[in-house]
């Protein structure tokens, strides 16, 4: 049997592991609430530690709190910050009382306890830890800082890296020029270059939108309290918060406009989860053309080749698979996943507070992690050392009879699908059909039918 203590709360005694630094509260919560066995993502948890310590030396700074309660809570939130090992005094599931109060009484518990021990002083979760605060608006505000900070360090870092891999890819793919597929069927040729470029546009564009939502994101509910009538907050203490914040991580946080919106609503999580769900479309789209192009190496397209990094069957000798593109497919198909999760958590939004936070938290960071992984992976394990079968593309370009649409406005339609069908069945390149069903002249149509030439765009 562990060794335990005796912890008191309104309700009444508990036993608590005589190691944990946690109280009676968060014990409630992991008697009620054994659903998953999942915790509350660490980036949550270190923003939440990152608040309180943010609102201790605002309290003591507005006189609300003793200098040194302040110190000893803010030197024990360092403390949590500075140890992973820490981590494991918060052990409550994610899914447990939808605004998210029992994670929030972990954290006051955790930080009290430490702190009392830090600075020898007899400082209390409630009065002191949480002075000014309601779990309905430090749990919402803790979502924003989150994912304002996985966005700003984690995610969009990620992402000019691939899009930055992808550009320098594609300048040393300029010369390859292979045919183009639409339906999955043969169509007009496109340089290698081309086709990633066209990647690193949609990487471009998703950068740009989630730039988009950085400053709604950094705005924060906290100051709000209860139901956003901010009772029992400090005067000034969520403009104080929000500048202390701000020169803490280099990010522009703000006060909210309005605290009911941000109290009762998810809709900046929704619209990023949102957000976060089309990357995740981009990416498959990349993951599947990788594979696509890497398929074969004999019986598929076999236009590039992946770098071959783990052994690919445990029954077929010599089998290398495109690893990485179907981790990253995977992935991305979580987030999809993920994003209906937090559409359905942000319309429980009843009244005067959404009752779905831990959750929609726990799938926004989620979603947000896989992304920034993915797009690593990506750039560093697909993309930037994939190698081109120049002997494989040429052979399919040079024979395909969709390089007869070059010769429409000089023969028309018709006799040029009539030329293609020739072409396929005689199974012969199309320059040789098109040359014996025309009076163009060979010369002439080396150039017409040339598929660099095809790649500018001109007629």
């Known amino acids: 049997m562990s060794k335990v203590r005796i912890e008191q709360d309104s309700m009444g005694e508990l036993e608590v592991p005589q190691d944990a630094l946690y109280g009676a509260q968060t014990q409630r919560a992991i008697n009620n609430f054994p659903v998953s066995g999942q915790t509350m993502p660490e980036a949550f948890i270190q923003a939440l530690i990152l608040i309180k310590d943010m609102i201790a030396q605002v309290n003591v700074s507005l006189g609300e709190v003793q200098a040194d309660t302040g110190q000893g809570i803010s030197a024990a939130c360092q403390t949590l910050l500075a140890d992973p090992q820490l981590m494991r005094h918060f052990p409550v599931d994610v899914f447990q009382t939808g605004s998210g109060t029992s994670t929030n009484m972990n954290a006051n518990e955790v930080i ?41 360090q984690k995610l969009l870092p990620a992402l000019q890296h691939l899009l930055d891999t992808i550009n320098s890819k594609a300048k040393t793919l300029e010369s390859f020029c292979k045919t183009g597929r639409t339906h999955l069927m043969d169509a007009m040729p496109v340089r290698m270059d081309q086709s990633l470029l066209g990647w690193a546009a949609q990487i471009q564009q998703q950068i740009s939108t989630l730039k988009s939502i950085q400053s709604a994101i950094q705005t924060l509910a906290l100051g709000g309290t209860a139901v956003g009538t901010g009772v029992n907050a400090p005067k ?3 403009i104080k918060f929000s500048q202390v914040l701000s020169e803490h991580t280099g990010l522009q946080f703000t006060v909210g406009d309005n605290f009911f919106a941000l109290i009762a609503s998810q809709d900046t999580a929704v619209t990023l989860s949102g957000m976060c769900k089309s990357l995740a479309v981009t990416l498959m789209k ?6 696509w192009m890497n398929s074969g190496p004999l019986a598929g397209l076999s236009e590039i080749s992946l770098k ?15 690893v990485i593109p179907e981790a990253v497919a995977m992935a991305a198909a979580q987030v999809i996943g993920n994003d209906t999760a937090i559409t359905l958590g942000g319309q429980s939004g009843n009244f005067e507070l959404n009752v779905m936070l831990p959750m929609i938290a726990q799938n926004l960071l989620s979603s947000m992690s896989l992304l920034s992984h993915s797009a690593t992976l990506l750039a560093d394990k697909a993309i930037c050392d994939f190698t081109v079968n120049q002997e494989q593309i040429a052979h399919a370009l040079h024979r395909n009879p969709i390089l007869v649409t070059a010769l429409n406005p000089l023969i028309g339609y018709a006799k040029a699908a009539e ?17 014996e069903h025309t009076d163009i002249s060979r010369q002439e149509l080396e150039q017409l039918l040339d598929p660099m030439h095809l790649t500018k765009g001109v007629n």
């Open 112 to 152: 009290a306890k430490l702190a009392s021990q830090l600075s020898g002083l007899s400082i209390h979760p409630n009065d002191h830890v949480n002075y000014g605060q309601s779990s309905n608006d430090v749990i919402p505000t803790c979502i924003h800082v989150s994912a304002a900070l996985a966005l700003e």
């Open 236 to 238: 000034h203490l969520a």
């Open 286 to 291: 990349i993951a599947n053309d990788l594979r």
């Open 308 to 322: 071959a990094l783990q052994p690919g069957s445990s029954i077929m000798p010599g089998k290398v698979n495109p």
């Open 419 to 435: 030329i293609a069908k020739l072409a396929y069945q005689q199974k012969r390149p199309i320059i040789d059909v098109a040359e």
